[in-house]
């Protein structure tokens, strides 16, 4: 790859480090309720409660937390698949698209209920104005907005002491939604606007081609819509679903340098920002500091070898974009778990596919969801401290709370969902008829395609290897039933941690206690997440993208 | 020192054949699912047994001999766990051995009534129950344990302790629990029984060291439940790639699925055998440290908390300070020459017998040559210390001196119309200030000077003291001293805090605090008075030669009754902790090279390119798993001295512990396997095996 690409890369890791502290600290501020902003909106987060009938200072405990959240969720998930079958009877789609098949609605409605976004259906071509704005929009907020609650949750955790409560699961949603991704959504859709992002309710538009005798048709259907406000929140949301099928490989979705480059930095802010926030709040920024460290080190030679891998092959992948943004678009959108794509993965090299593959595989925890990539790598914190607690000669502790059987229990159950679901989905699929049925390449390539399939599901990560006929009722559903898992099998352990944590006293630290801020710390957290990740998928990746590599090497 | 004579090798020759005979009992699959890691290669190694009896038979398409040799193998593995928990029993069951000769069964004198020459009846000791009263004297093995309410007697203890010098026990006061089989040497005395059988004291120990009663501790459970969890992960990612390679096997048209045999093999070199094997002989060794260190602990957890505290109270005396005070100089008064004033305060404390008497006596002798002299030669009559007065001394002909604490003194020259000089009040702030204690020697009218008394700081105590605080441990002493004394002290022992003028409700107020911000705290205490704090504190060190009370309250016994052993508790708890770490580090780390050896052997047919990743350059497939295997299998053995001993603790502060042992468990794990497969694979090759 060519100096003006790795530039390229530089530039936009440093602007994302820029933007890391203003905005986590301002994120640790309103979600809190503190801060100018949540001051001037006060009035309408309380008028909100006043009609939802929300009690804004009731403090529930972590099964009650989950409830609501659970309950909350499970609502969405309703209205979406509703929202989707009913389509025809529905306004706003003025191209007059029909209802959707119900394992369709269901794998969809899961999807972006748990913050997936994964993408059976086709886009533009599927649903109409009314539902990718009630239904997909709204969750791409809440399921974003569910994943900080969460956090917040498991912050108050480590924070409080002898506490039976975790906070309000209805004040923290108003709140993340509210202070923190409409406002961010806002701005970034009114850029993307003037960058030619298109935002229209008006159908698709109709143009005269160039050639006549070329092309089967003499007039061309473009596909247009709301998509700007879309497009902002699915990028900042880490859900990814984008407006049209191609996503942000889409002229009208990302039409210049400049937008290619405030989607890209939108994939990674809030979790990078969010990681400072977290230093905050549990007031030593230098915790904070060593996550995002962490992060970073698993993120940047993963990206040097897609990069590398990729250097050259440009099939697959937009000319306009080239290979440093298509390879940095690709580790970005796995590492956190969005999932939007500007170039096809299936057309990456083996290495180069196996980049984002490896991302989602280690858990979505580097960078990870809005929210739920953090609380995932706090699991994984937990994991390493304990272990490396045991090697220093103490009852393992981390931020002053004791991590004990209970914890143990709990952040095991969280590390083994995702695991366990991707390799359980990808047996079943491979083992049986219809599985096999999807697989449009031969050999270990396809073997790859199904991998990357329930990696991406059962990760909520939501992005394609194309290549992989999805749309069918047997991986419409496997693959909801493994968004399921991967998402509340996940929170409910976490939430569980963090109730059981509040009830701790707090162990002041000592020279005796292990610090979580050095670099060893982050050495250790990211041996933790990079061993477990390995260990649970180097027989699978092996009889994928390594054979294909090494068998490319092989005929070269 | 008896923990000498208590120790004994580490592979004591009688233990191995008897833990060798135990590893083959423990093969029962009873035994074996308490233990989930170990469980899960008991069933593959009933696995591949039956696929070898089906290759025998012609069945499958392995050579027999090979699937043989992997069944043979995995019982191995089973086998070298069971043998590591049994080595460690073993040297348990010998020190209950030893004890149980001290609990022979003997004949108690019971009293029908709690007084000396009462009539009594002789009945079997296993017969006696509590609060009974039972007669012993010289020659006779106290029957059960109890505490002395008359008489005193010394008593040969060294059936519990190992210590042959006789201990005075008498009633009443701290020195009033007797043990159970230990002997009186000298006297008489009447005891309270105050176990009944099978609760003594020696009873409590046999089931410790024998690990019968062991409960797992949190911190085991813990990490069972990471284990676990990850026998988990591997048993699905080894189960999926039976699928897996089927998918394989059709796309590549060429191979097979996986065979059970190889499946097998990759599972049981993945899933965590190595900590799981040695996790129980590193727990029972822990209770076995701590027992050969001389110290009783009532349960595991006890032994494990100590690991944690992080905050030590230690008493003053005896710990930090010589047992007591000593006089290290005379500073005569105005008038008053240095020998005068030495020879004044020898007489005053010729029939002293505390130890600070007993030293001015020793200093007038060293430093001014002023022989001792026989009391009733000079007619004088003593004057005890008694705590009406609070002055000693002596009633010459036409003399007298007293010596007593600045303001009693001052009081009792008030009364012989003297009073205390300008120089003699700056002597006396100035030993105050320094932490020491002045003793004024004055007679009639006539102030003599004063003594400096002081408390010896032990040597080497402020280098325990900073090594502490590295390990992350506060210290505070405790003492009843006052507040000037005790911070000059302080100040010299290096101790982090410390509580002056200490009465157990402060005590135990001071404890509570610290628990409240959360801390853990340790302490040792031998009186009644202790108790409350004892049963407060999170490890609560109680002495043997302490009361009943005290030993009741406490979570651990030091049979040496040594302060200072404290120390050495937390170090083994902390050293328990580090090895369980330490292992399970290695334990995963030497996965990777597991996978370089297995996975591309066992692909070999379907995707002959994964042969790139054979790096170890292993000779054949068979001989690759076969070597993963063995390795395995061999790792569990030479790590039970490193599970039995424990790994060592430095007090170096957790980060360079931390990185120490990161070096050499995790990269070394990562290192040695590669290492020991290719070996064990030069072997198998070089002996025509494979």
Request: proline share 4%.
């Amino acid at each position: 790859m060519s100096v003006n690409g790795w530039l390229q890369i530089a530039v936009t890791l440093a602007l994302l480090l820029a933007l890391v502290k203003p905005l986590g600290a301002a994120m640790a501020a309103v979600l809190e309720g503190r801060g100018w902003l949540a001051r001037w909106l006060a009035p309408l987060e309380r008028g909100l409660y006043r009609l939802s009938g929300v009690r804004a200072d009731e403090d529930m405990d972590w099964k009650a937390y989950t409830m609501a959240l659970l309950a909350f969720n499970a609502l969405g998930l309703a209205v979406v698949m509703a929202l989707q079958m009913l389509q025809g009877l529905l306004p706003l789609n003025p191209d007059g698209l029909p209802g959707v098949s119900p394992h369709l609605a269901f794998n969809t409605a899961t999807s972006f209920a748990t913050n997936t976004n994964w993408q059976s259906y086709g886009g533009e071509t599927t649903l109409g104005y009314a539902v990718q704005m009630l239904g997909l929009t709204v969750q791409n907020f809440v399921s974003a907005a569910t994943g900080i609650a969460v956090l917040l949750a498991l912050v108050r955790g480590f924070t409080r002491a002898r506490a039976a409560g975790v906070g309000n699961f209805w004040v923290d949603l108003v709140r993340s939604t509210l202070y923190v991704l409409l406002p961010l959504s806002l701005l970034l859709a009114l850029f993307l606007a003037s960058q030619g992002v298109v935002q229209t309710f008006r159908g698709a538009a109709e143009a005269q081609v160039l050639d006549p005798g070329a092309a089967p048709e003499a007039v061309q259907h473009i596909a247009r819509g709301p998509a700007a406000s879309q497009v902002a929140i699915k990028q900042l949301g880490t859900n990814g679903g984008g407006f049209f099928n191609v996503n942000s490989a889409h002229p009208l979705e990302n039409p210049t340098p400049l937008s290619n480059l405030a989607e890209l930095l939108s994939i990674l802010l809030i979790s990078a920002a969010l990681c400072y926030s977290f230093g905050r709040m549990v007031r030593d920024r230098r915790q904070g500091w060593a996550l995002l460290a962490a992060m970073f080190v698993i993120l940047v030679p993963l990206l040097a070898l897609a990069c590398v891998s990729e250097s050259g092959n440009l099939e697959g992948k937009e000319t306009r974009f080239g290979v440093a943004q298509s390879s940095m678009w690709a580790t970005f959108t796995t590492a956190a778990s969005n999932g939007s794509v500007n170039s096809m993965h299936d057309s990456y090299t083996p290495l180069g596919g196996l980049v984002p593959m490896v991302l989602m595989q280690l858990g979505e925890v580097v960078f990870g969801g809005v929210g739920s990539g953090l609380y995932g790598m706090l699991v994984f914190a937990i994991v390493a401290v304990f272990v490396a607690g045991l090697m220093v000669g103490r009852t393992p502790e981390y931020l002053g709370k004791k991590i004990e059987a209970f914890e143990m229990k709990m952040a095991s159950l969280a590390i083994l969902a995702p695991c366990l679901t991707v390799l359980v989905g990808t047996a079943v699929a491979v083992a049986c008829a219809p599985g096999r049925a999807g697989v449009l390449n031969p050999g270990p390539h396809g073997f790859s395609e199904i991998l990357y399939a329930f990696s991406s599901a059962g990760n909520n990560n939501g992005s394609a290897f194309a290549g992989l006929t999805a749309n069918t009722p047997f991986y419409n559903l496997t693959l909801a039933v493994a968004m399921l898992v991967a998402r509340y099998g996940v929170i409910v352990p976490v939430l569980a941690i963090a109730g059981s944590l509040a009830r701790k006293k707090s162990v002041p630290a000592s020279s005796g206690t292990l610090p979580t801020h050095g670099p060893l710390f982050v050495a250790l957290l990211v041996g933790t997440v990079l061993l477990v990740g390995a260990l649970t998928f180097a027989p699978a990746l092996a009889l994928g993208p390594i054979i294909e590599h090494l068998q490319l090497l092989g005929h070269s | 020192m008896s923990s000498s004579a208590r120790s004994r090798k580490l592979f004591d020759r009688r233990i191995l054949a008897g833990a060798a005979a135990g590893a083959l009992l423990k093969l029962h699959p009873r035994q074996q699912i308490r233990k989930p890691v170990m469980f899960v290669v008991w069933v593959c190694a009933v696995l591949t047994t039956v696929a070898f009896v089906q290759a025998l038979a012609g069945g499958g398409s392995e050579r027999p001999g090979f699937v043989g040799a992997v069944a043979a193998w995995l019982w191995a593995t089973v086998a070298f766990a069971n043998f590591a928990e049994a080595v460690a029993e073993g040297r348990g069951r010998a020190q209950a051995e030893a004890l149980r000769r001290a609990r022979k069964d003997v004949t108690a004198k019971r009293l029908q009534s709690p007084s000396h020459g009462a009539p009594f009846e002789l009945v079997a000791a296993s017969a006696m129950r509590k609060s009974e009263i039972v007669f012993v004297q010289a020659g006779d093995v106290i029957p059960c344990d109890g505490e002395a309410i008359e008489g005193v007697a010394s008593v040969d203890e060294s059936a519990v302790t190992g210590e042959s010098a006789p201990v005075i026990r008498e009633s009443g006061g701290d020195r009033s629990a007797v043990t159970g089989g230990t002997r009186i040497l000298s006297d008489w005395l009447i005891v309270r029984v105050t176990a009944n059988p099978g609760e003594a004291f020696l009873d409590r120990m046999i089931a410790m060291v024998e690990g019968a009663r062991r409960q797992k501790t949190p911190n085991e459970i813990a990490l069972d439940i990471l284990l676990a969890a990850l026998t988990i992960v591997f048993l699905v990612a080894v189960a999926t790639l039976l699928p897996f390679s089927d998918y394989a096997a059709f796309v590549s048209g060429q191979g097979a699925p996986l065979t059970v045999t190889v499946l097998v093999a990759l599972l049981v070199c993945l899933i965590p055998t190595t900590i799981g094997s040695l996790l129980s002989a590193i727990g029972i060794a822990g209770m076995d440290r701590m027992a050969r260190a001389n110290v009783i602990a009532t349960s595991g957890r006890a032994v494990e908390a100590a690991g944690d505290v992080d905050v030590l109270l230690l008493d003053k005396t005896g710990t930090i300070t010589l047992g007591n005070r000593q006089a290290t100089r005379f500073v005569p008064g105005e008038g008053v020459t240095e020998h005068e004033l030495a020879d004044a305060a020898q007489l005053a404390s010729l029939a002293d017998e505390t130890p600070e008497g007993r030293s001015i006596v020793t200093l007038a002798k060293e430093k001014y040559g002023i022989r001792e002299r026989k009391i009733h030669e000079l007619k004088a009559r003593f004057i005890p210390f008694s705590a009406h007065t609070r002055m000693s001394g002596v009633d010459l002909e036409g003399r007298e001196i007293r010596k007593g604490a600045a303001d009693t003194i001052e009081d009792y020259l008030d009364t012989r119309g003297g009073r205390l000089t300008p120089r003699v009040r700056a002597t006396i702030d100035d030993i105050a200030r320094s932490g020491g204690t002045p003793l004024v020697v004055a007679g009639g009218k006539r102030v003599y000077g004063v003594v400096h008394l002081q408390d010896i700081v032990k040597g080497g105590i402020r280098e325990r003291f900073a090594e502490l605080r590295r390990m992350g441990i506060k210290t505070v002493m405790i003492t009843g001293d006052n507040p000037l004394t005790a911070a000059a002290i302080a100040a010299e022992s290096g101790v982090d805090d410390f509580l002056a003028q200490a009465t157990p409700e402060n005590k135990l107020s001071l404890i509570r605090d610290y628990q409240a911000k959360g801390h853990l705290v340790a302490m040792t205490g031998d009186g009644t008075n202790d108790a409350p704090a004892l049963a407060q504190a999170d490890v609560a060190v109680a002495m043997n030669t302490g009361t009943q009370a005290a030993k009741e309250a406490g979570n651990m016994v030091d049979l040496d009754s040594n302060p200072t052993k404290l120390i050495e508790v937390v170090e083994i708890g902390k050293r328990m902790l580090i090895t369980r770490g330490s292992l399970t580090t290695f334990s995963l780390a030497n996965d990777v090279a597991k996978y370089f050896a297995v996975l591309p052997a066992a692909f070999a047919v379907t995707y002959p390119e994964l042969g790139r990743l054979n790096i170890m350059h292993l000779a054949t497939p068979e001989s690759a798993i076969l070597s993963a295997v063995i390795f395995n299998a061999l790792i569990i053995v030479a790590l039970i001295p490193l599970a039995l001993r424990g790994v060592r603790y430095r007090p170096v502060g957790a980060s360079r512990l931390l990185r120490h042992n990161l070096l050499v468990y995790g990269l070394g794990g990562l290192i040695a396997p590669f290492l020991g497969i290719k070996l064990v694979d030069l072997v198998l090759v070089g002996l025509g095996l494979v």
